[in-house]
């Protein structure tokens, strides 16, 4: 029996077609969606009939369970997958929603897989892990948003042939498993999406696709900003210290933490763009074997909020200046100090409230850096 297709393009307001694939997902039937990549079918993972439907429309993947998990955004991940390195959450938060699924482990007692029936669990869960995805297209977004509970995604076919990129080729290869269809045209990209395993400090491609290994790369470094006042003394002492520590951490130059994964810089609240460091930030960081003479002051902006992972304010003040004017970056502010001590303000002083001032942040540093996720100090021999 053929499945029932709509065609979206056809459609006088998508809305419809939403509320129908909703029920039809609550009701136990399974959808056929389009994503940006291919098009997948899918099924509520709380009905193990139809879970138990898509299990032999797909090929195995060695370390890969069979479906995959979709979830509506990183944030939701968690629930999921609560032991998330903060290497995967990075990348969720990159890549979704997008053409990316991430393999991690199923090693939480918490995790939501557990409330899920048996039946359901064996497709989501294989080698102990999960398969997570936020498909890019907002057909299937749309309706997760209304659905209550998770949704489980098949990508039907021999795992040696190219994916299913139009309505034809998933009838072809899961008609039978299919009770309705949205059609929306040949899948915008038409290519597999990329599928990576993802560990504590690094991941692996277990599928090549869309998303190339060098850019998953680039989207997996993670970007610290130190914010302060001008951003000529401490915000500037405090990245260049970091540059410092974070090369004895990894075993690398201070030039080359990027290359390791590791951006570093610094912006101030009422900064202008060009300032020299000051004077005494100068001849403190030359104590520390540091040349600030090339630090050129910037103002914050709203992209360098965007892309920063952790942003380290010097006091309680920079801290609610940033969230007064980017309250989405809320969970990725924090003060510099652990107890949330404000770093002196050295302006204008001696050089020694300078050094002293550099020996507050570097000890507040000191405390910050096994929080970052990065891998453990390297052993002397």
């Known amino acids: 029996m053929q499945p029932h297709v709509i065609d979206l393009r056809q459609s006088d307001d998508a809305r419809d077609v939403v509320h129908l694939a909703v029920q039809a997902l609550a009701e136990g039937r399974t959808v056929g969606f389009p994503t940006e990549t291919d098009y997948v079918i899918a099924a509520a993972a709380r009905f193990a009939s139809a879970i138990e439907r898509l299990i032999p429309l797909v090929p195995e993947h060695p370390r890969e369970p069979l479906l995959s998990l979709s979830v509506k955004s990183a944030a939701e991940a968690l629930d999921w997958a609560p032991r998330m390195s903060q290497l995967g959450a ?56 209304m659905l209550a509970g998770p949704v489980v995604l098949a990508e039907p076919g021999p795992a040696a042939k190219a994916p299913a990129v139009t309505v034809a080729d998933l009838i072809d290869r899961g008609g039978h498993g299919l009770d309705l269809v949205i059609d929306d045209g040949r899948a915008r990209y038409a290519q597999p999406a990329s599928v990576i395993e993802v560990g504590e400090y690094d991941f692996r491609v277990l599928r090549p696709g869309i998303v190339s290994e060098e850019t998953l790369r680039r989207l997996a470094g993670i970007m610290v900003l130190f914010v302060c006042t001008g951003n000529t003394c401490r915000s500037p002492m405090a990245e260049a210290l970091f540059r410092k520590m974070l090369a004895e951490r990894l075993g690398c130059q201070p030039e080359e933490i990027e290359a390791r994964g590791v951006t570093v ?98 000890a507040h540093l000191t405390s910050r850096i096994d929080t970052l996720g990065l891998p453990p100090a390297r052993s002397e021999v």
């Open 90 to 145: 990075r990348l969720a938060r990159r890549c979704w929603p997008g053409p990316v699924a991430m393999v991690v482990a199923d090693n939480h007692p918490e995790s939501l897989v557990r409330q899920l029936p048996d039946a359901s669990r064996q497709g989501i869960v294989g080698a102990g892990s999960l398969r997570l995805r936020v498909p890019g297209h907002p057909m299937l977004g749309d309706c997760m948003r």
């Open 265 to 362: 810089a610094s912006a101030g609240v009422a900064a202008w763009s060009g300032g020299r460091a000051s004077t005494g930030a100068l001849e403190t960081m030359a104590d520390y074997g540091i040349d600030l003479s090339g630090h050129e002051s910037q103002p914050l902006s709203a992209a360098l909020i965007r892309q920063a992972d952790i942003i380290w304010t010097m006091t309680a003040s920079h801290r609610a200046a940033i969230l007064a004017q980017f309250p989405e970056a809320g969970d990725r502010v924090t003060v510099l100090s652990p107890d949330r001590i404000d770093v002196m303000d050295p302006i204008g002083g001696p050089v020694e409230t300078y050094r002293t001032c550099a020996r507050q942040i570097h």
